[in-house]
């Protein structure tokens, strides 16, 4: 079957940095994206792994371990806009069968 | 008009209605998709177009009946539906199919309540 778990939630201070993870289960996997979700608004896209390894965009990062079905998502020098739900999602079987997680809500504090 | 537009925003209607949502892309996308999202679930995948095909169909009941006429447009068309069908409805784009690292491009979402 396909499952994929992140933490509902996190709290971290401004400035500082956060690592939010995500694993999952699955055969066929085919790719990992990563999205962001402010309350109210619709999600918007972050990055997305297919290879093992970090790729960085700014102050977002994202990481894949295939071999242990594991992916985070690291935010370095946090803002207090980036208090959103993160959702984690992966692609499966063919070429459009996404998944996604419940999302992890980070919250930002002064 | 920009990126992925969704009407109405808001609906509301009774376990008899019959009802349509639509969404528009103005991006030049091949794929279209169909979200459900319900307060504390996942976001779902219900439909998936590619080239005005349909490519995935995701055990959604026939309740919920898509359409799309051109790559630009989708629709949901909504009949008999049920209080726990009561969600935001999401619709999303993206150039080609997902594999490879397809950025969606979402809409606003309809904000659906089932009386």
């Known amino acids: 079957g396909q499952n994929i778990d992140q933490p509902t939630e996190m709290t971290a201070t401004e400035g500082a940095i956060v690592q939010i993870n995500c694993t999952y289960q699955?055969?066929?996997?085919?790719?990992l994206f990563w999205y962001q979700q402010h309350a109210g608004e619709a999600p918007t896209f972050l990055s997305y792994n297919v290879l093992d390894g970090l790729e960085e965009k700014g102050r977002f990062s994202s990481f894949l371990s295939r071999s242990k079905g594991y992916s985070y998502l690291l935010l370095k020098e946090l803002q207090m806009k980036d208090s959103a739900s993160y959702l984690c999602?992966?692609?499966?079987?063919?070429?459009?069968?996404?998944?996604f997680g419940s999302g992890t809500r980070l919250s930002i504090r002064p | 008009e920009t990126g992925v537009t969704q009407t109405p925003r808001h609906l509301v209607m009774g376990m008899t209605n019959k009802k349509s949502l639509k969404c528009e892309q103005h991006l030049g996308h091949n794929a279209m998709y169909w979200y459900k999202q319900s307060a504390k679930k996942p976001l779902e995948l219900m439909f998936v177009y590619s080239l005005e095909e349909r490519v995935e169909n995701n055990s959604v009941p026939s309740r919920f009946s898509p359409e799309c006429p051109n790559s630009s447009h989708l629709f949901l068309h909504l009949h008999t539906l049920q209080p726990e069908d009561s969600a935001l409805y999401l619709c999303a784009s993206s150039q080609d199919e997902l594999a490879g690292g397809g950025e969606q491009f979402f809409g606003p979402g309809t904000r659906l309540t089932v009386l």
């Open positions: 999602a992966f692609l499966y079987s063919s070429a459009s069968k996404i998944i």
């Open positions: 699955t055969s066929g996997f085919n790719g």
